[in-house]
């Protein structure tokens, strides 16, 4: 063989190579990125149903204050206290009750800059 054939074997050899490497590497990469996106479904799950439990029970207890408000005199004295009139105001209600969607943004923030939404029920 001469020069040329030698070095262009040569080159081709390493261009194999560097293929072969990229072609792991990646393999690599996208295996720890699924890896990582299952850890954190997982951790947004459990987040977002303790959120639903939440949201679930300060609804409960918005219906219960709302039939408090509805019923006799005495009710409406104790959700008067200081002035106040009871959760009837929404800047009484949590936010959570308001918006359930985006209710575990109040618990759980992201590494990321990036927010992200209910996929549960927004599928978004």
């Not at 074997?9 to 293929?19: E, G, S, Y």
């Not at 299952?38 to 679930?56: F, G, P, S, T, V």
């Not at 300060?58 to 005495?74: A, C, L, M, T, V």
Request: glycine share 4%; proline share 3%; with cysteine.
């Amino acid at each position: 063989m001469n020069e040329c054939t030698q070095t262009v074997l040569i080159v081709l050899l390493i261009l194999l190579c560097t293929t072969i490497s990229y072609k792991v590497y990646s393999t690599f990469l996208e295996k720890k990125r699924l890896k990582t996106k299952l850890h954190n479904d997982e951790r947004m799950k459990k987040i977002r149903e303790k959120q639903i439990e939440i949201w679930e029970k300060e609804n409960k207890d918005y219906r219960q204050i709302s039939q408090y408000k509805s019923g006799d005199n005495e009710t409406d004295e104790r959700c008067n206290k200081n002035g106040r009139e009871g959760y009837s105001k929404p800047k009484d209600v949590p936010v959570s009750r308001l918006n359930p969607h985006f209710s575990y943004l109040a618990s759980y923030r992201p590494s990321g800059s990036r927010r992200r939404i209910c996929k549960k029920c927004c599928s978004n």
